[in-house]
């Protein structure tokens, strides 16, 4: 792991316990983030520590930088046609270049860097070259983001300071330790990664890309949305194969990373229908993260006034 970029002022900066946050990488099942934060500052409860694992990374990246409600708003209004619409086709290094997507993203939301941010923020990556984790904490934040999300066989790795990137997910899926790193005494987790998922699109998605699609475009879009679905037999296709071969890695790194430096309290949002590609679903996995919040309240609040949070106070 490459840590030379873990800031000096990784400490505490109030009276009580510093709380840290880990948001998982699951592509479209990480819209529940959304829901986790947004329940959490309803309760009073400000992390001032955020970690984040390629779409764990986007989330925070737009929470720490003070633009969640205007995302939120964005999120919910996307269609299965919105989408593909930001997808720029490549086919180089990945289907998706990815750049269309960011590039939307810098101009429609402030992107600050890392330093100037009230939170400590990371993002996790990987080096395509040695496999090493990397911890991105300084510079624009949409571009650490950035880093973090390059899904192996979906999205194109990014040239990163002169390294090429790939998903952090591929080394640490849910990201405790670099909050503990950043000087976080109790961690809140977000795993996405318990409930395995098999399919890239589901059927009904293909079914509405293809009708809404222009009609001079028609063939493009079958191509595209056949490419991520699997066939009316159910033989799974190219993707939902590659869908499938990273969840089962990204579930066993989880066990093994948490086992050995498990957060005080890990919330598990319960979305085993989403496919990969669900990105247009984010009303159902926003309210699941509220929901799961809500939840977990009582041990939410005993672990912040606990002995523990007295001790390291």
């Known amino acids: 792991m490459s840590n030379d970029s873990v800031p000096a002022n990784a400490t505490r900066e109030n009276n009580g316990p510093t709380i840290g946050l880990a948001l998982g990488s699951g592509s479209a099942r990480g ?25 764990g990374a986007l989330v925070g990246a737009v929470y720490v930088s003070g633009q969640l409600e205007a995302f939120t708003e964005w999120a919910k209004k996307l269609e299965v046609k919105d989408i593909f619409g930001l997808m720029d086709i490549s086919f180089s290094g990945g289907v998706v270049k990815g750049e269309k997507l960011f ?12 330093e100037s941010l009230d939170k400590k923020f990371a993002t996790i990556a990987t080096e395509m070259k040695t496999g090493r984790e990397v911890w991105l904490t300084k510079g624009p934040v949409l571009r650490a983001a950035r880093a973090s999300c390059a899904l192996p066989g979906l999205v194109s790795p990014v040239r990163y300071e002169d390294r090429w990137m790939l998903d952090g997910g591929l080394v640490n899926p849910v990201p405790v330790s670099a909050c503990r790193a950043l ?30 699609a222009p009609k001079e475009d028609k063939g493009l879009w079958q191509r595209l949305t056949g490419y991520f679905a699997s066939d009316e037999n159910g033989e799974p296709g190219v993707f939902d194969v590659i869908a499938a071969s990273i969840n089962i890695m990204q579930d066993r790194i989880t066990r093994s990373r948490m086992a050995g430096d498990p957060a005080e309290i890990t919330l598990v949002p319960m979305l085993e229908d989403f496919a990969l590609m669900d990105f247009h679903r984010a009303d ?22 606990s002995p523990l949070a007295e001790r390291v106070s």
């Open 284 to 305: 159902e996995a926003i309210e699941e993260g509220r929901r799961l919040v809500r939840e977990s309240a009582g041990l939410i609040r005993s672990w912040l006034g």
């Open 103 to 114: 590039g939307f993203f810098r101009e429609s939301h402030a992107n600050p860097d890392i």
């Open 31 to 55: 819209w529940a983030h959304i829901g986790v934060i947004l329940e959490l500052e309803a309760m009073g409860i400000h992390p001032q520590v955020v970690a984040g694992t390629s779409i």
């Open 183 to 212: 000087g976080a005494d109790i961690i809140i987790a977000v795993n996405l990664n318990t409930q395995l998922v098999g399919a890239h699109m589901s059927k009904a998605s293909r079914l509405q890309v293809e009708e809404k």
